[in-house]
């Protein structure tokens, strides 16, 4: 059974930029949440989705970012305009049994010059 | 004050050592508690899974969860040098899933 993919592996782009990451989550899961790994800090929820609705979206940093779930397989986090802050290691994971463990993707590596 | 707080290390054992990570935690709304393995350039991976106080224990790994003092544990035994590795605490509330975590113990074993 396939993990949780995303894609691209790593992205370099200037300030200012569009970027668009994509999760796709293990076949079956409902649950997706993106996490996020800023430089010198701890992993951080950005939001959760189940199916195709947000379900918190509070740790979402502000409205450049939009994350989206159409249909309810793969998720897309796009960040629009990129700023120098928003550098990090983007993490999706995705979750269906009751005890709701998260498995979690090997993360976009973003980084914004 | 951080909501859950981990030594970020790092931490150099030699193999065969008995090694312990620790995070603490402010939160008392906190139940589940996990552990979770992250090798350089991978995405972390769920090592251990418990629910409230106790022990639990899966093979040369031991997590203990002490909530009274709000502090959870890893222990493994007869560490290996393919344990060298980044350890995450994580933990969540009864009715929401969203993970917090600690910053992370990067541990090496070496040979």
């Known amino acids: 059974e396939a993990g949780v993919t995303q894609f691209p592996s790593h992205s370099v782009i200037e300030k200012g930029q569009t970027v668009t990451l994509r999760c796709d989550p293990i076949?079956?899961?409902?649950?997706l949440y993106w996490y996020r790994r800023v430089m010198g800090k701890e992993i951080k929820f950005l939001l959760h989705?189940?199916?195709?609705?947000?379900?918190?979206e509070s740790g979402m940093p502000n409205n450049r970012f939009l994350a989206e779930r159409t249909g309810g397989t793969y998720s897309t986090l796009k960040v629009q305009p990129a700023e120098l802050e928003d550098s990090g290691v983007y993490f999706c994971?995705?979750?269906?049994?009751?005890?709701?463990?998260?498995?979690f993707g090997a993360g976009t590596r973003l980084s914004v010059l | 004050q951080k909501e859950v707080e981990q030594d970020p290390g790092p931490l150099s054992v030699p193999e065969g050592a008995i090694v312990s990570l620790n995070c603490t935690y402010s939160n008392s709304a906190f139940q589940y508690f996990m552990w979770y393995r992250q090798y350089s350039r991978k995405g972390p991976e769920l090592l251990m899974y418990t629910y409230s106080s106790g022990n639990k224990e899966d093979g040369r790994f031991t997590a203990q969860v002490d909530k009274s003092s709000k502090y959870i544990s890893l222990f493994i035994r007869d560490s290996q040098p393919s344990d060298s590795a980044t350890y995450l605490c994580?933990?969540?509330?009864?009715?929401?899933?969203?993970?917090?975590f600690g910053k992370g113990t990067l541990l090496t074993v070496n040979p």
């Open positions: 994971a995705s979750s269906q049994d009751v005890e709701n463990i998260q498995y």
């Open positions: 076949s079956g899961h409902d649950n």
């Open positions: 994580a933990m969540r509330g009864g009715s929401n899933y969203k993970l917090t």
């Open positions: 989705f189940v199916k195709e609705s947000k379900q918190d």
